[in-house]
């Protein structure tokens, strides 16, 4: 068995748009679908959900084929972890820790998903950013965050 | 004369001292975006928006479209300087402008470039301005057949001629208004895909999705590049193009500013079509075609001309019809939804200080630009070095307080997480991603439309047919998509995405 459509784009294409279509058709099967005169909620999602699937069949089958085009190009597994990450551990941090502990913990954590990562430097530059941030947004936009929880 | 008390009633509204600083910070904002590499208008705006909270929705609209075009100028400083587009409108501006700068020119190709903007930027403010108030007109008889078939073809023009798999781009209409449905439903209260979690049940923010994928996801597929970048910054001498300059550019900036209105009032169609276009215009007529490539000045002026006027002439269908053309122009129509403001034909009469004194306001912008861009071109390349591994912390750190002032919901901070790594997910497949945000802005109004259609007609669907406005847009949207999959067409577009 030929694997080689596993490199594909449009295969994967087709199958985030079979796996995103057919949950939403999954979930909205509880919805009242209702008539073309009174649509129910669940009418347009289910027509929605329904054009999704077709259009990812439409792409494995397209992804199938021999010569389709292939996943290419360089991405970081690193990029995709570590962005993501640093702006949930600023979501964590802005109720519990406040203001600059979040800030701080953004840019360092989100520095690091650069392979050209040096550690001085971006400590030096999150403390200057964190200050500029707070002097614009804190004291001259008002925003009523707290800087540090419980202390400032 | 209406037109002329209208821009004079606008030109009194864009011309107080506040909204001149909206202006002045939104036309500065974009330039430095647009000269920043890895950062574009959609990203920024959508960033600032909640900062346009606080300020008056002229103010906003206004400080908005200044980032918009402020960044087509910005684009083309890099481009002509160092050979950087800063944005992809400027791409084909690279071709010749940064082989005049080679060649020690670079002061008339900015020159020339800031005046073919600020020429094609005229005539678009004139062209909203005199076209917009027949069109609100018209369209203030629209019914819901009528409004769900405008926004019907408009996503599928979006879909059909944005750039990359035409497939694909329908694909991720669908999936943008599927995603814009989330929530509550305002007919019948029913929750939809809220999975029991109450921050969804008023659906995802609008600024959730745009900064996800557009800075979050942008990000993260930037990273994975290779970065390269070179700082040639050529020497910045003698402004003043020629008289001769001046001549060989005229033709070129009329006729990019034509097609650039033209592109522009097209859903879907980005500022790069209008530019490459234009130039392959002046290529075709100019007598020794053979200098394009090595610094002909018509090379800078004609697609400069072009991408403003494109850029301009958006706002037409948006501010009329409450259509937007564009990513940029649908979050724009975000940004009046989130002031109060329903968008639509009715904008013009119910708030015609904010139509009149955005359109003067553009045109304000237009002449900042030019005599900001100038003097400020060696602040510009100093900041082209600022490395990109201090870049993107920082504009994380402005996406994030950004989302995060809107609802001071952690939530949303970790849901734009979700859609990051979903926007980086889809533009690896080749899923072009504005059309998802025009379906997400446009679903919960269609769906509406849609079910007010059908209700007026006892549920036959062939009032979509029978009503003659109506019908018109159902046949123009067949049309688009006839003549798109023709084989000749998709040839020549899929040489066009190369």
Wanted: glycine share 12%; hydrophobic share 55%; aromatic share 10%.
């Amino acid at each position: 068995m030929n694997r080689e459509f596993l490199e594909r784009k449009d295969f994967w294409s087709g199958v985030m748009l079979i796996v995103v279509g057919g949950g939403a058709l999954f979930i909205a099967r509880n919805y009242q679908f209702g008539t073309s005169l009174r649509m129910g909620p669940g009418y347009f999602p289910v027509m929605l959900s329904a054009a999704l699937v077709l259009f990812g069949v439409y792409f494995v089958l397209q992804g199938l084929r021999a010569g389709a085009e292939k996943l290419e190009g360089s991405w970081s597994l690193r990029a995709l972890i570590v962005v993501p990450l640093s702006l949930v551990v600023f979501g964590l941090l802005i109720d519990r820790a406040g203001f600059i502990p979040a800030m701080l913990g953004l840019i360092i954590i989100s520095a690091m998903a650069s392979k050209d990562f040096r550690l001085v430097e971006v400590l030096l530059f999150s403390v200057f950013l964190t200050a500029m941030c707070v002097v614009v947004f804190i004291w001259a936009l008002g925003l009523p965050y707290e800087l540090i929880a419980g202390i400032w | 004369m209406d037109l002329f008390n209208n821009l004079i009633f606008g030109f009194g509204v864009a011309l107080s001292l506040q909204n001149l600083f909206y202006c002045f910070v939104g036309v500065l904002v974009g330039t430095l975006i647009g000269v920043l590499p890895g950062i574009g208008p959609l990203g920024t705006i959508a960033i600032l928006l909640p900062i346009t909270y606080s300020v008056s929705p002229v103010a906003a609209m206004i400080m908005l479209a200044g980032i918009y075009y402020g960044a087509q100028y910005g684009g083309s400083t890099t481009a002509i300087l160092v050979n950087l587009p800063g944005e992809t409108s400027s791409v084909v501006t690279c071709i010749d402008g940064y082989q005049m700068a080679q060649q020690g020119r670079a002061g008339p190709a900015l020159a020339i470039a800031a005046i073919g903007s600020f020429f094609a930027g005229t005539v678009g403010t004139l062209l909203i301005a005199l076209f917009g108030p027949p069109l609100a007109d018209v369209a203030l008889k629209f019914g819901a057949p009528e409004y769900f078939s405008l926004m019907l073809m408009g996503l599928v023009a979006a879909a059909v001629l944005a750039q990359g798999d035409m497939v694909k781009s329908i694909a991720m209409v669908v999936l943008g208004l599927l995603l814009g449905i989330i929530g509550t439903d305002v007919n019948s209260g029913v929750q939809r895909f809220s999975f029991g979690i109450f921050e969804l049940t008023d659906g995802i923010g609008f600024i959730v999705v745009a900064v996800g994928v557009f800075a979050v996801g942008e990000i993260v597929n930037n990273l994975g590049e290779r970065q390269e970048r070179r700082v040639l910054s050529a020497k910045v001498s003698n402004l003043f193009p020629t008289w001769q300059d001046l001549k060989a550019s005229a033709g070129p900036i009329v006729r990019g500013t034509g097609l650039g209105c033209f592109f522009g009032v097209l859903p879907g169609t980005g500022p790069a079509i209008a530019s490459f276009s234009s130039y392959m215009l002046e290529k075709k007529l100019a007598k020794d075609p053979d200098r394009f490539g090595k610094g002909a000045i018509e090379g800078v002026a004609g697609p400069e001309a072009a991408n403003n006027a494109d850029a301009q002439c958006k706002f037409i269908p948006m501010l009329t019809l409450g259509l937007p053309a564009s990513g940029v122009m649908a979050l724009m129509l975000g940004a009046l939804t989130i002031q109060g403001i329903q968008p639509g034909p009715q904008v013009m009469t119910q708030r015609p200080e904010l139509f009149w004194g955005l359109i003067a306001s553009m045109w304000i912008g237009n002449a900042m630009l030019v005599v900001l861009n100038l003097p400020l071109i060696g602040l510009w390349v100093r900041l082209l070095q600022v490395p990109y591994r201090l870049l993107f912390p920082a504009i994380m750190a402005f996406s994030a307080i950004g989302i995060f002032s809107v609802n001071n919901s952690a939530f949303e901070i970790h849901l734009t997480a979700l859609f990051g790594v979903l926007g980086f997910m889809w533009m690896r497949l080749g899923f072009p991603l504005a059309p998802m945000l025009l379906g997400f802005v446009l679903g919960p109004m269609m769906e509406e439309y849609l079910r007010r259609a059908m209700l007026m007609s006892g549920g036959d669907p062939s009032v979509f047919v029978t009503r003659p406005i109506s019908l018109a847009f159902i046949i123009a949207t067949v049309l688009i998509l006839v003549v798109m999959v023709a084989p000749s067409v998709r040839k020549r577009r899929e040489a066009f995405t190369d």
